[in-house]
């Protein structure tokens, strides 16, 4: 199924689901198969067990019963034959609508039940260990929060840390939901910031900050009690920096508007000063996103920042140490400039020493600049590109992973570009012209760092991999990637850390693993059906 998208990644908008995207849910007569192939009732990797090696996955059949089954990890890593099967799925719960999310390495998980109600369960389903009702009414909910029918928000455990008369509580007591907000529609949420948006579009900010990120006047705050920073907010976003982060809010008249660490301008308002409430960057944006990026290839990292805006140009501000704001210059940018026009969507790549920008314009062509090592950006050579420059035209779908550039063209053929090591059969980049893999793709999708192919036949192939492994030696080794298909007749994928879930368009659903090391390349693991439930 072709995506149609606007790529914010670097964004936190503040209402959060349960589901992953789904890719392709198919229609089916059969209600057991089309509960099994909607994804919506799956949850993989709900919580991790450290110890045991084990991570636990979940599905809800059209009954409402909760299935429960593990995936279990090798002790030795990465070693083709030692990857175990998952082990059975087992009904541990009735009644059951949602799980929700807890994080890796929580030893308790959350469910909905079919009544609103909200359950605190151990991970281990320990039946000596009696679930706990936390909430009635519950409307949306995700890690230690949850919104009711009427709208209030509460919270719990670690987010009860900077919350008026909640400061002293014991570890039990932090178990316990306190309503903070009232008539909240969307969140975003951690242990130190904190923000909800209510239903008549104010801000509200709580926690902690150095640098004016609660936007509640101070530079450096401790902040108990939800405060009103801004009002007709439609969507709030963060930048996620390892140091200080940036804050945005795009309000209901397309004002875009921002406060926080300003080092190298990411607030947008001409200065480096420190931006303690939030100050009008832009006007007439229609889609918004930021990024931190590597400083030099160091662990810290910083803002940058790009507005489409409703005449479809966009617009940059923030970081630039490596041309990746497309103004022409490696210079920060403290106030925004327009690099592009006829934008239809953007994206930024900001892994590992790979601070590169991509843009789709209106009529299909695929632009890009930044820091070009690899020749991601197919223009003959490894140099910086400080302008947008044309890398191809009639792009339907692309994807960029560690130091390579995937693409699908109209013509459904999937050409990329980039560092070869393991993506394609050599060990040199291909700077220009892209090469071309496979032909008859659809779409691809990115799970951690292997990318995968759909085929217009219904088939699942592999034809991307970092471009090196860890293995046992503790060094860092190029291997080729087994491109051969992997399964026919799917409709989705998903999964994380190499574990990964493909469902087949007639219910069944298989796992397998590709961070194994078998005959001098990485590829998967024969894929293993799991039982699902006939309901």
């Known amino acids: 199924m072709k995506k149609k998208r606007i790529r914010i990644y670097s964004s936190l908008t503040a209402l959060t689901f349960l589901c992953a995207s789904a890719f392709c849910a198919c229609i089916n007569t059969d209600t057991s198969v089309a509960a099994k192939t909607d994804q919506s009732r799956f949850y993989f990797h709900g919580a991790e067990k450290a110890a045991a090696n084990k991570r636990t996955n979940f599905y809800i059949d059209t009954n409402n019963n909760l299935w429960a089954w593990d995936s279990v990890y090798p002790e030795t890593p990465y070693i083709y034959d030692a990857f175990l099967p998952p082990t059975e799925p087992e009904r541990i719960m009735k009644n059951i609508k949602e799980v929700v999310p807890t994080g890796m390495f929580n030893d308790l998980f959350y469910v909905l039940d079919t009544d609103n109600s909200l359950w605190e369960l151990p991970t281990d389903m320990n039946p000596s260990i009696p679930k706990k009702k936390l909430l009635d009414d519950v409307a949306v909910t995700n890690m230690e929060h949850a919104i009711t029918d009427n709208g209030d928000l509460y919270v719990w455990g670690d987010q009860t840390r900077y919350i008026s008369g909640m400061v002293g509580l014991t570890k039990e007591e932090m178990k316990t939901p306190r309503c903070i907000v009232k008539q909240a529609v969307h969140t975003d949420l951690d242990t130190s910031t904190s923000f909800a948006i209510d239903q008549d ?26 405060t009103i920073i801004a009002d007709h907010v439609a969507k709030f976003y963060r930048s996620h920096d390892r140091g200080e982060p940036t804050m945005y809010a795009l309000k209901t008249d397309g004002t875009l508007w921002a406060w926080g660490y300003n080092q190298y301008g990411a607030v947008g308002n001409g200065t480096t000063e420190t931006v303690s409430i939030p100050t009008k960057v832009l006007d007439h944006v229609k889609t918004f996103t930021c990024t931190a990026c590597p400083s030099n290839g160091a662990f810290d990292t910083y803002t940058n920042a790009f507005a489409l805006r409703e005449d479809d140009s966009l617009w940059a501000w923030g970081y630039n140490d490596e041309g990746n704001l497309g103004n022409g210059t490696t210079e920060s940018v403290l106030s925004p400039v327009k690099i592009l026009d006829d934008v239809a969507e953007i994206e930024t790549n900001v892994q590992m020493h790979t601070n590169l920008s ?16 690899y020749g991601q950006l197919c223009t003959g050579n490894t140099e910086p590109v400080l302008l947008p420059v044309k890398i191809t035209d009639d792009v339907k779908d692309y994807s960029s992973v560690y130091a390579t550039l995937y693409f699908v063209k109209q013509d459904n ?17 291909e700077l220009t012209p892209p090469v071309l893999l496979q032909e008859n793709i659809d779409h691809i999708q990115i799970i951690d760092n292997t990318v995968f192919s759909f085929g217009t036949d219904g088939s699942l192939s592999i034809c991307g991999y970092n471009d090196v492994v860890q293995i046992n030696d503790g060094f860092d080794s190029p291997y080729e990637i087994d491109r051969r298909k992997i399964l026919d007749n799917f409709s989705w994928i998903d999964g994380e850390c190499g574990d990964i879930f493909a469902m087949t368009n ?22 293993a059906e799991i039982p699902l439930p006939l309901t």
Do not use: H
């Open 201 to 226: 579009g104010y801000l509200w900010s709580w926690g902690e900050c150095q640098y004016g990120q609660l936007g509640q006047g101070e530079s450096y705050i401790r902040s108990s009690s939800p």
């Open 358 to 373: 991509f843009a789709i314009k209106k009529d299909g062509s695929l632009w890009g600049w930044g820091y070009n090592l």
């Open 413 to 429: 053929t999937l050409w990329g570009s980039g560092f070869n090591n393991s993506s394609f059969s050599n060990d040199q980049p």
């Open 506 to 527: 007639d219910g069944k659903l298989m796992n397998f693993s590709i961070v194994a090391i078998y005959d001098g390349k990485v590829q998967p693991t024969e894929p």
